[in-house]
């Protein structure tokens, strides 16, 4: 389904590497501490730290990218809503030719899966510079950091007092009504998905989407813990050519983030349900989606969820890499050729179990 959008003239659909590690503990500014890879950084067993004070508070967010905004001029920001609790949700823009492809980053659909909106952060303030220089020529950008603000700053309406994290707040999945956003788009009861679909999906004419999640820290792959897991849409309902996309947008990550040394990537379990975002827009927009779920989250009350924070750096730094590395791929056409035959031999992760050895 095609739309009439308002806000960006309507283009030819383009169903068309590097990153620089920033490896920042989220917020803070420290480096991260050492670890062979992500896949085997620090796991939780009750002793670890997990301070979710180091994490960007909405306000924080809300400062920064109002800051990034006044800085950067090829940066727009827009209000598309707003969430539960009312808190305004932020969109960053970078509209530079509606003949471009365009890409939407979306993160925090989860509030309790905060380093992929760190990494985001991170990105947007590397295309204020000149680390970037010339991407924006080829691409359309928007990135909608933090969906689930009031989950993200644990401000909901259900009791949180068996989660883990220590800190200024705990963080959930789910928004102030205790619904997950992400099995909310085909009815889109809540504000949230309501405003992402109807002032995002709908007012924009969007080619390719990275949808960036956490999942628990005991998956593995080949044997190794992974760092994250990607995936395409899987419902039979999918047009064949925007499957393609989502296959060759999996590629240009698969191919950053395998030969680092610190990353490893499986496939990811995933079904075919269409009130999943990775499913359902991909077929309601014609939209390429790519989910990426990385290795553990913020905060859960399940121990087997959570990540020790010794990992931060990398999480972050691997999210930073997927974005930079699929813009610069829309930008110079790249994504054109991906090869997708890795997907043929991507091993599916299973669970290692617990409690970690």
């Known amino acids: ?37 992500v896949g085997e950084g620090p796991n939780y067993g009750g002793n670890e730290t997990v301070n979710t004070s180091i994490l960007h508070t909405y306000d924080e967010l809300v400062a920064e990218l109002q800051k990034q905004d006044a800085k950067q001029p090829a940066m727009e920001l827009e209000v598309i809503g707003q ?73 909901v309406d259900f009791s949180l007092d068996d989660y883990i994290a220590s800190g200024d707040r705990h963080l959930t999945r789910y928004n102030a009504n205790e619904a997950d956003i992400n099995r909310d788009h085909i009815d889109r009861i809540e504000p949230e998905t309501q405003a992402l679909h109807e002032n995002v999906l709908g007012a924009y004419d969007i080619d390719y989407m990275v949808d960036l999640h956490h999942q628990g820290s005991r998956s593995e792959a080949d044997g190794e813990l992974v760092s994250g897991s990607i995936l395409h849409p899987t419902t039979p309902n999918v ?21 680092t040394g610190w990353g490893h990537l499986g496939k990811y379990a995933g079904g075919s349900a269409e009130t999943i975002a990775r499913n359902g827009i991909a077929v309601e927009y014609d939209i390429s989606t790519l989910l990426f779920e990385m290795r553990g989250m ?16 990398y999480l972050i730094k691997q999210t930073v890499t997927t974005l930079e590395s699929t813009a610069r791929a829309l930008s110079d056409g790249s994504v054109e050729a991906a090869d997708t035959t890795f997907w043929d031999t991507l091993t599916e992760q299973s669970w290692a179990g617990w409690p970690a050895e």
Do not use: C, W
Request: proline share 5%.
């Open 1 to 37: 389904m095609h739309r009439t959008d308002p806000h960006h003239t309507s283009k030819p659909r383009r169903l068309a590497a590097a990153a620089l590690a920033l490896g920042l503990v989220a917020g803070g500014g420290l480096a991260a501490q050492p670890a062979a890879a």
């Open 239 to 259: 047009d064949a050519e925007v499957l393609d996309g989502s296959k060759r947008l999996g590629s240009i990550v698969y191919n950053a983030i395998e030969p």
């Open 298 to 313: 913020s905060d859960h009350e399940n121990p087997g969820s959570v990540l020790g924070q010794k990992s931060n750096g």
């Open 83 to 155: 969430s539960v609790k009312g808190r305004d949700i932020h969109l960053a823009k970078y509209l530079s030719n509606p003949d471009n492809p365009t890409i939407l980053y979306l993160t925090q659909q989860h509030g309790n899966e905060q380093l992929t909106t760190e990494g985001a952060l991170d990105f947007i303030k590397s295309l204020g510079t000149g680390k970037m220089k010339g991407v924006l020529d080829g691409v359309n950008i928007l990135v909608l950091p933090m969906l689930n603000a009031d989950g993200a700053m644990g401000d």
